[in-house]
């Protein structure tokens, strides 16, 4: 497993109580079947109620139903949750959208939407269940970013900027907790095999880096949580990118515009390419 460990491992899964975000596909499918492995108490949030109660069967779990992109909901769901055993020790904020094409024909419902999920939902899940947390002095919170924070990507500045600013709160919440007995691991995703490329309108259509299966995703998390990493890129020689970018900012640059995703064709300066 690639990435970095500054910190204890903070707490045992089994017997513990994880709520999970985005449970009702994709990774957080995974991550909630991999928890409920642990001996865990799995809380499986999603929107779609067919597919969150099934998810939440699989696991001998509880299913709760929020759409994140309301702030009221995402209170009521961290309430929800902390109802169910009267605490939460794990938090993996995963729920997730994506939108490609020019930031200029964005709506503005779709970026605060984007906004919403992406960046304002698991910092204010956190907020509700990290008091908690720190009076028991145990916890985890988990944030599942992706590499396009790390790197920025034509076609998804906003989503983009949504990832970073996780990450930008993670690590600092993580330098903030240091001592608390709560602690903080980001996941950096590259590519999954999930439905998130369809759902958000343009399928992943490049060779490089390959995608990971959802599962792979989810033994990181666990891992993550269990050993107290602090950072796991998948896979893992992604890791190289923002490296480059911070150390030889000027040639990255050139290569991302020569082999960088293109959403614009030259002569059309509304359009979307794709
Ligand atoms: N797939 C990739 O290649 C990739 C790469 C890097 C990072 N990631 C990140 O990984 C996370 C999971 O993505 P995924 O690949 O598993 O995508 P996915 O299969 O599309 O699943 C997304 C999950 O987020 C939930 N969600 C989306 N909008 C929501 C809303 N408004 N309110 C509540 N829940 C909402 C969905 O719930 P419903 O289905 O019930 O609506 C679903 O459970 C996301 O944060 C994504 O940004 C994915």
């Known amino acids: 497993m690639t990435g970095t460990t500054t910190q204890e491992a903070t707490m045992r899964l089994a017997g513990g109580v994880s709520l999970v975000t985005g449970a009702s596909a994709g990774i957080g499918a995974a ?4 928890l409920a492995l642990t001996g865990t108490h799995v809380l499986a949030h999603g929107r779609d109620p067919e597919r969150t109660a099934a998810v939440a069967e699989s696991t001998g779990g509880v299913p709760l139903l929020a759409d994140l992109r309301d702030p009221a909901a995402v209170d009521r769901l961290a309430d929800e949750a902390l109802a169910v055993h009267g605490r939460v020790d794990l938090l993996v904020a995963n729920a ?3 939108h490609s094409g020019p930031f200029d024909v964005m709506t ?3 970026i605060d939407d984007l906004l919403a999920v992406d960046l304002t939902s698991a ?3 956190t907020h509700r269940l990290l008091p908690g947390m720190i009076e028991r002095r145990i916890g985890h919170l988990c944030y599942v970013t992706s590499i396009a924070g790390r790197t920025g990507v034509a076609g998804e500045a906003v989503y983009a900027a949504a990832k970073a600013g996780l990450d ?3 690590e ?4 903030e907790l240091v001592g608390s007995g709560v602690g903080v691991s980001v996941i950096v995703p590259a590519v999954v ?3 998130f490329f369809e759902r958000r309108g343009r ?5 490089s880096p390959r995608p990971v299966s959802a599962d792979r995703v989810a033994r990181a998390v666990v891992d993550a949580v269990e050993t107290g990493r602090d950072e796991v890129f998948l896979p893992g020689w992604t890791r190289v990118a923002p490296a480059v970018r911070a150390v030889a900012p000027a040639p990255y640059r050139a290569l991302s515009r020569r082999f960088g995703e293109q959403v614009r064709s030259a002569g059309t300066p509304e359009g979307r390419s794709s």
């Open 96 to 98: 997730g959208c994506g």
């Open 108 to 110: 503005a419902d779709e």
């Open 193 to 195: 095999e999930t439905g």
């Open 123 to 125: 910092v204010r899940l």
């Open 172 to 175: 600092s919440l993580r330098l």
């Open 168 to 170: 930008a709160f993670a």
């Open 31 to 34: 991550v909630a079947q991999r």
């Open 203 to 207: 399928p992943y259509e490049r060779r």
